[in-house]
Nanobody, 127 residues
Framework: VQLQASGGGLAQPGDSLRLSCEAS????????IGWFRQAPGKEREEVACISSIDGNKYYAHSSKGRFTISADRTKGTVYLQMTRLTPEDTAIYYCAADGWANQDGETCLGRGVYTYWGQGTQVTVSS
């Protein structure tokens, strides 16, 4: 399973960014895809995930209402649309895949569950 995260960059507070996680159609058919982030000096934390079984989407408290996860299965790509960015969103964002993560929302958002990880894309929010 190969994952390629992209779309990060420099944004101002209040801006929007869309991250992409390129996988494959077979990966999206079999694995839940999660987005996680890690800020300097902090542990990696969950952001959002999407189930491959029923398409259910789950969000961490910090991203709910501002971020939207979606999947385009024809392109084998999962997106993370981020709006109303704040400096606290500054981090390296990773996408990850795992079949076990399809079980339920808690498992889907569990960073320890995921086997396959992309390389990460840097998001910096600063005025």
């Amino acid at each position: 399973v190969q994952l390629q995260a992209s779309g990060g960059g420099l944004a101002q507070p209040g801006d929007s960014l869309r991250l992409s996680c390129e996988a494959s159609t077979s990966t999206l058919d079999s694995y839940a895809i999660g987005w996680f982030r890690q800020a300097p000096g902090k542990e990696r934390e969950e952001v959002a995930c999407i189930s491959s079984i029923d398409g259910n989407k789950y969000y961490a408290h910090s991203s709910k209402g501002r971020f939207t996860i979606s999947a385009d299965r024809t392109k084998g790509t999962v997106y993370l649309q981020m709006t109303r960015l704040t400096p606290e969103d500054t981090a390296i964002y990773y996408c990850a895949a795992d079949g076990w993560a399809n079980q339920d929302g808690e498992t889907c958002l569990g960073r320890g569950v995921y086997t396959y990880w992309g390389q990460g894309t840097q998001v910096t929010v600063s005025s």
